[in-house]
């Protein structure tokens, strides 16, 4: 029962959000506000779903499995517990400092470039590390999520402040001081709450880790190429996927893109035709436009290179992926399930009805019922473009002083991290919790003092800012 803990928690969302298609209207803002009536969630709507779902995010449920089946490619090689070894032996007497860069690091990803479901892509190898060097499982999530969240509590440059700045039109380096406060401040509470658990469970071993980190084998096989590889992987994700032209104003990656789909041999566009129209067609898909959709081949090629590179069998290489998307299935149906609730949602837009009523509760902006908007609109939601736009649209019809929108933004930012480090329709929590099997129960328990002292200090920072403005 333990193994479907989190089965339970999304369930109960998604049954959550069918009984209010049938309590509460459903509306729309296009330039003004439409009563639609109510459009409930019927039961053959249900079976309907889960196909808009696959089309419309189908290709983040291929990634987690590519994702996986990459994973099993490396224990196929023989060098990936071998590499663990020898970076658990590096950190040896130092693991706090392993846990306090390893927080640094993905949480600057998070707040620079963006990423959230993409650091799925190495949070596999972190997790095996952290069980390596005898801490437990809550420490891991704690590493990983916890780290990614603080990323989003203080996004400097990522999709959480472009899609924000866009709707509200907002330049990227507004309130940008603000936002590194809030990024540090949040850095130090993640990472004293991260140790000082990580302290007092610290032991040489756990029976619980076993199946995180693969069995010992001897070989006499380098590791270098697995490590070149992989790290080629992670720095391509990370530089398709950031923002360059939008948030840094750099042109290098289009220009390069351009030239690449322009390119002609005898009058035939190798690049273009080999590439695929989709990336380098009649508008080339630069670095920074990416999505996961695109890191799927890339990933597949790599799997590829690794088999060909270690001459692993067909027949294992193929039992060595299907094992990885084995243990990634689980995960993935959870995932799938709550990019349901978000089209479940977006079809029956009950939302706004509740947002319009809330907004009302004040006169003019208000910082209470602006943060209870933003956190009703981040469980309902886990992709903020989504959860934001219909509210912040409706928001700036009826409050036109554009000098409260950067307050507004902040608002959002802060409180969508802070219920993505709880909610049960949180993609990035539950995906990593449900892989590590640690129940509901047992994260609250651990993390609701960081949830606590996040929304103080987001409340500290709201009200000193509406003072200022």
Known sequence: MKKYNWLKWVLLSLLLVVLLSWIIPAAQ???????????????????TYPLVCLMYFGYIALFMLCVGGLYG???????????????????????????????????????????????????????????LMGYNKIVAASVTVGSMVIGIFGNLFGSTTSNLNDILSLPYKEEIVTKIILLVIGLVLLIYHTLTYAKKVKSDSSVESREYIPEKVETKKKIWPAVVLFDLLILFVILSLTDWQGAFKIDLFS????????????????????????????TPLAFGSWTLREIIPVIIIVCLLLVAVYRIKIKDALDGFASGMKKALYPVLLVSIIYMIL??????????????????????FNVLTTSLVAILSSFF?????????????YFVSIITNKELYPIVEIIYQTLYACVMLIAPTSVVLVGTLSY??????????????????????????????????
């Open 29 to 47: 803002f296009q330039g003004n506000f439409i009563d639609l009536g109510r459009t409930q969630i019927g039961l053959f709507d249900l079976g």
């Open 73 to 131: 490619i490396l224990n196929q090689t023989g060098v990936y517990r071998k590499l663990l070894d020898k970076l658990a032996d590096l950190f040896k007497g130092r693991e706090s400092i392993f846990l306090m860069v390893t927080i640094l690091i993905i949480t600057l990803l998070t707040s620079i470039s963006g990423l959230t479901v993409g650091l799925f892509l190495i949070f596999p190898l972190i997790i095996s590390l952290i069980l």
């Open 255 to 282: 220009d390069i893109t351009k030239k690449a789909a322009e390119f002609e041999i005898g009058g035939f566009p190798i690049f273009a035709k080999i590439l695929g129209s989709n990336l380098l067609g009649t």
């Open 343 to 364: 089209i479940m949602t977006t079809y029956h837009p009950f939302q706004l009805v509740i947002y319009k009523s809330i907004f009302g509760l004040a006169n003019g």
């Open 381 to 393: 939601n886990p992709e903020l473009l989504y959860g934001s736009e219909a509210s912040l649209r």
């Open 436 to 469: 590590l099997k640690v129940p509901y129960k047992n994260w609250l328990g651990y993390v609701w003092k960081l949830l606590l002292e996040l929304v103080v200090i987001a409340f500290i920072v709201f009200t000193i800012l509406t003072v200022v403005n």
